[in-house]
């Protein structure tokens, strides 16, 4: 299974970005879609997940109201429209898919390379 980020970037306090990532080469039926991000010297956090169907979603408090994760099972894609960016959402983002049905935030064993998200003040 591979997972490929992409869309992140440089903007100024008060913009958006958006990110998406392109599932490929799985083996597995319906799963559910993550993203995490880590800060320089912090620990991964959960950002963001959504269910196959894309009717149950789940969001980390400093996010809600803020982002917005999505899916196009067709394209096998996930994306996090991300809108009023902080200069505390500064951090490498990570796609990851959980093999269950259920939303959560752990059990996750796959994991997307990272892109990087960088907020000006």
């Known amino acids: 299974v591979q997972l490929q980020a992409s869309g992140g970037g440089l903007v100024q306090a008060g913009g958006s970005l958006r990110l998406s990532c392109v599932v490929s080469g799985r083996t597995f039926g319906r799963y559910v879609m993550g993203w995490f991000r880590q800060a320089p010297g912090k620990e991964r956090e959960f950002v963001a997940a959504?269910?196959?169907?894309?009717?149950?979603?789940d969001y980390a408090d400093s996010v809600k109201g803020r982002f917005t994760i999505s899916r196009d099972n067709a394209r096998d894609t996930v994306h996090l429209q991300m809108n009023g960016l902080k200069p505390e959402d500064t951090a490498v983002y990570y796609c990851a898919v959980r093999t269950s049905a259920a939303v959560a935030r752990t059990g996750y064993p796959y994991w997307g390379q990272g892109t990087q998200v960088t907020v000006s003040s």
């Open positions: 959504v269910s196959w169907s894309g009717a149950t979603t």
